[in-house]
């Protein structure tokens, strides 16, 4: 029986931790299969794969005791290309073309290089490409890293609208304590809501693997991020024979329910902006195309006021002044303002450039009911 998540699903986020990369290539195999096979479906997959550290390790002669920041970034230097040249060949035997992406803490909380981020991980996907994601250990610093992949993975899945988030452990799922110590301990397969409660029975990683910086701690916080955001999340075991199928297919693992869809979440945050920054008045064209879900295109845009910037939630009005509209700005205003009423083929002609062929995308745009 299939995950009803799994079938209604149109973006999967999946992450791997350095632990399952240990149990050798038949799991780096295993899961590519498995992607692939989603890949099939109709599905597009992100793929956040830790493990660039632990396997720099050994590159580098460094054993399994605490390392220095310096020693980290050196090792993560020396296993990012043998982490992404391993899910290059899995894919590859399936005629899938894969990308790295490296992220810091930095480009997803800066409004600017979010958007930069979830364009390029956007325009990859629509080409049917698998971007291979990793935080950026070789120039991260303590101060300015997420740690942990699991909290990496959510913020991906918050960046390209994700409805599911994958992560893959060494352990079956959230259990109501850890079975580490605890043999009674119980399998919870439904979480509808994350409390407090539930952050009390999340552990700490396993300190005997020697690898990793997570734990059902850090799942449990991704969890609730991606949630939040309308991203259903299941956390299952990974180190068995096609993990993500067998999440897909059976009744295991740990399965949170989201708080809402992500397509509503994100509605209701660009209607709820306070302060809009700018306003774009476009002509009848244009507001029909709109109320048809198409985007807005400069050559419909009558006039700007304001000082936007890109990322920016702006109104749109229509001839006679209605607000009908509201969407997050693909310009900044004074580049919409050199663009408006032209074509979009002429854009990289009076910009230099062309980022997107629409000022405001349709997946950016809440129409206002009733206007």
Known sequence: MTRPAFSTARRIVVKVGSALLQSGPDTIISIADDISALMKDGKQVVLVSSGAIALGRPRLGLDKSELSLEQKQAAAAAGQPVLVQAWENAFAAHDRVTAQALITLEITESRRHWLN?????????????????????????????????????????????????????????????????????????????????????????????????????????????????????????????????????????????????????????????????????????????????????????????????RGDTVQITNQAGQLIARGVASYDASEARRILGRKTSEIDSILGYRRTASLVHTDDIVLVQNY
């Open 117 to 309: 981020a979830r364009s390029t991980l956007n325009t990859l996907l629509d080409y049917g490409v698998i971007p291979i994601v990793n935080e950026n250990d070789t120039v991260a610093t303590d101060e300015i890293r997420y740690g942990d992949n699991d909290r990496l993975a959510a913020r991906v899945a918050q960046l390209v609208g994700a409805d599911l988030l994958v992560l893959l452990s060494d352990i079956e799922g959230m259990y109501d304590s850890d079975p580490r110590n605890n043999p009674d301990a119980r399998l919870m397969a439904e979480i509808e809501t994350i409390t407090p409660a539930i952050h009390a029975m999340a552990s700490d990683a396993n300190a005997q693997s020697g690898v990793g910086t997570g734990g059902m701690k850090t799942k449990i916080i991704a969890a609730e991020m991606a949630t939040a955001s309308g991203c259903a999340t299941l956390i299952g075991p990974g180190a068995v024979a096609h993990p993500v199928s067998r999440l897909k297919n059976k009744t295991c693992g740990s399965f949170f329910h989201p708080a809402q869809s992500s397509s509503k979440a994100r509605e209701q945050w660009i209607a709820g902006a306070l302060d809009p920054k700018g306003d774009i008045r476009i002509d009848a064209g244009a507001e029909k195309a709109l109320q048809g879900g198409k985007s807005l295109l400069p050559v419909g845009v009558m006039s700007i006021s304001g000082n936007f910037e």
